[in-house]
């Protein structure tokens, strides 16, 4: 009976079936071929190889994505580095387009459902971030399962279990990345607010439970960074009481000092900076235009547009529901997904990277085929609303592959390391490279991942068999070093290594020095 009911929903489904399976391919075989550039390969090597547990309680730089390297320093006991990095992202990636086909169809017919898909997975920004090693994609998927949740709820299923999903989703999704409260608010609000319309106060007070809980288990995992750094801090501190003392200890006795120094680091490291809150309103059409223009190619402007249409459109049909008594769920989502983000950004004064907000596009997908399946219900028949959405899902289908394959989409994610790469290979054997002096981080990581090596490291130009010239060697200005590239340069050690070395390799950006 399991296995007619399986192949009947898949007969049902096989448009979008078959779409998630082309998506799941093209996942994979970029994550095999397009190379991992910088950020990747600090993540992997400081966070991921070191296991679960190191990865959990360090935070040395503010970008640092601590719960998807958690999970994935799991995956990576599989002893493949690609999956070990990418492995999460592209089986969130997968999962994500199930997620929004799951939440679209409840709303809509299938075709509809199918093309509001298609148009999430054929958003540039979401497809390359399906198959790196950052925790954007997989903050998403907890966006998506936290939302499927709570729309149970909200149709009476209120087993303790959809309660926990919801707060197990948001505390993952933040413990990912803590930019995910721009997506955990619009969430918790939109489930709260309909059930406050429907006066349903009990299940009300236990999503807040849950978000409460949520909230503190968030706070636990994050104490336990603020507790490593600070001991790590504190013992290092020569002018601290707990100077020289192990960090255990200082955590057993004294864990309001270590708390409290890693909360004061952590705060002192922001990674997004604020801006005048003036000129954040000023320039926000302008910041969204370039966002959306990370979704499709040179359309920043139109979906600018499109995007305050659909925000008024799903406000009015939301009203328009809520007034009926009919179902107002998706529409109070949208709704509040697409005006919070904005609010919580001015109130904020921000402009976080561009990639934190990835996540819209499952609202504007989503918002944007929600707003025409409506509109043709009210003034259409059910055969041209089914006929409209073969159409919307055929034109999008065919948007979506034509973008996921094409030259822009697939261009290099790294753009230095492939210079590295392509000095290195023309050395002929990188893996014969031993005592090298690094002058820049880059190097370091492209010949650890790209060629599974790692050369002796020395710390002086006088040990060094090796050196890998980088762009900066040679630039007085790069004098003072700035990280990743974390050496200083002088005439003096240009000199020395074009004295007592000659260059075996070259490109237009590096040089492989080998000594004479």
Not at 99 to 114: D, E, G, H, P, Q
Not at 302 to 322: A, C, E, P, R, W
Request: net charge neutral.
């Amino acid at each position: 009976m399991t296995k007619k009911v399986s192949a009947d929903f898949i007969k049902e489904h096989i448009v979008a079936v078959l779409l998630i399976l082309f998506m799941a391919i093209v996942y994979i075989y970029n994550m095999f071929t397009n190379k991992p550039w910088y950020d990747e390969l600090y993540t992997y090597y400081f966070f991921i190889s070191r296991g679960p547990i190191y990865a959990a309680i360090h935070w040395p730089v503010p970008n640092n994505h601590v719960g998807y390297s958690v999970v994935s320093a799991f995956l990576d006991y599989l002893g493949n580095p690609y999956i070990g990095l990418r492995g999460v992202s592209v089986i969130a990636a997968v999962a994500n387009l199930v997620l929004v086909y799951k939440l679209a169809i409840k709303f809509m017919n299938k075709w509809f459902a199918t093309a509001a898909m298609a148009l999430y997975a054929g958003t540039y920004l979401c497809f390359r971030l399906a198959f790196q090693g950052r925790g954007y994609t997989l903050s998403t998927t907890c966006l998506l399962v936290a939302i499927l949740a709570v729309y149970r709820i909200a149709l009476g299923d209120c087993r303790i279990r959809n309660n926990i999903i919801f707060a197990a989703a948001l505390t993952l999704g933040l413990y990912i990345v803590p930019s995910s409260i721009y997506w955990v608010m619009p969430v918790c609000i939109t489930g709260g607010l309909y059930l406050l319309l429907q006066k349903r106060y009990r299940d009300l007070c236990n999503l807040v439970l849950s978000g409460v809980i949520a909230a503190v288990a968030t706070l636990f995992l994050y104490l336990l960074i603020w507790l490593a750094i600070g001991a790590n801090l504190l013992s290092k501190d020569a002018s601290s009481v707990y100077y020289g003392i192990s960090q255990v200890k200082i955590i057993l006795k004294a864990p309001f000092a270590a708390a409290g120094t890693g909360i004061d680091y952590m705060l002192a490291t922001p990674y997004i900076q604020s801006i005048d809150r003036l000129q954040c309103i000023k320039t926000m059409p302008e910041y969204f235009i370039s966002l959306f223009g990370n979704f499709y190619d040179k359309a920043g402007l139109l979906i600018f547009i499109l995007y305050i249409v659909v925000m008024l459109l799903s406000i009015v049909i939301t009203v328009i529901k809520i007034r009926r008594r009919n179902n107002s769920f998706l529409g109070l989502f949208i709704s509040c997904g697409m005006v919070l983000v904005p609010v919580i950004l001015m109130i904020q004064s921000v402009h976080p990277y561009l990639r934190v907000l990835s996540f819209l596009a499952v609202f504007l997908a989503i918002g944007f085929i929600y707003c025409i399946s409506e509109g043709l219900e009210l003034f259409s028949k059910d055969s041209i609303t089914t006929k409209a959405g073969f159409c919307f899902s055929f034109l999008t289908i065919i948007l979506a592959i034509t973008s996921c394959v094409s030259p822009f989409y697939r261009g290099p994610l790294a753009t230095r390391e492939n210079e590295i790469a392509d000095v290195l290979t023309q050395m002929g054997d990188p893996a014969s490279i031993d005592n090298i002096f690094y002058l820049d981080d880059y190097q370091k990581y492209v010949i650890k991942f790209y060629y599974d090596t790692t050369p002796n490291e020395v710390y002086t130009l006088e040990a060094a068999d090796y050196v890998i010239a980088c762009p900066e060697f040679t630039d007085p200005q790069n004098e003072v070093p700035e990280w990743p590239v974390l050496y200083g340069y002088s005439p003096e050690m240009i000199e020395y290594v074009k004295s007592n070395m000659t260059v075996i390799a070259e490109n237009d950006s590096y040089a492989i020095y080998k000594r004479k």
